[in-house]
């Protein structure tokens, strides 16, 4: 049990995140939006000066479309379904958030924005990339309700700078981008998956940190107690 868990503490602020669920539902290359103000004031500014510090305990990805870190919860060492339940190593802000990404209202709330039923957390990671980070411009279609979000905690973050999630029309990083966000202080980008749900990450060429969680959330079918995309593998 944490000291934020009580029902005064104030985590999103949902009234203005569901004020953009028609942009998200009808954008007219594929479903993302990017939102600013996610976070009540204080709550964030407890996430922002308690984020983990980027040293050896993360795990560092570098493959050939992507180098990046990441940290998982319970220090579990690969990208598997999350599970609720504290973990000290992380502050109680952190574990507060956590333990909300699971709560019935969370999901709830990013069903009524998606449009989609039954949306469960599914993962829970921290991610971060330094000068150097990147990821190619890429879209997945894991299943028709994969639901990929990040929240940045990111101050003085310069307009141009690269390094947020983009949203793009294609491969292309010169021509295509739709969406590439500057201000990351507070806020957040969210896709649904489908083939042409292009996005990426820019080359980081600056000595800059882009702190970040990413939750992933999918329909779960509790009768047949399988994920959607574990359906749609079939
Ligand atoms: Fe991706």
Redesign the pocket.
Known sequence: MNYYNNTMTKIFDWKNILSHSKEFQTNQYFNFSYMENIFEKDFYQELYSSYPKLDDSWIRIEEPDKSTYRKFWFNVKTHEVDRPGNDSNFSNAFNTLHEYCHSNEFMENFSKFSGISNLKTKHFTFVNLKKGGF?YP???NASPSTL?MFFYFVKNWEEGDPGC?YFSKGEDEDNDILVEPYNLDNAMTIFLDADNAW??VRYIEKDIERQSICVIMERYDEEQKLWDAEIHSK
């Open positions: 990821q890429h879209a997945h990929t999630t996005h990426g």
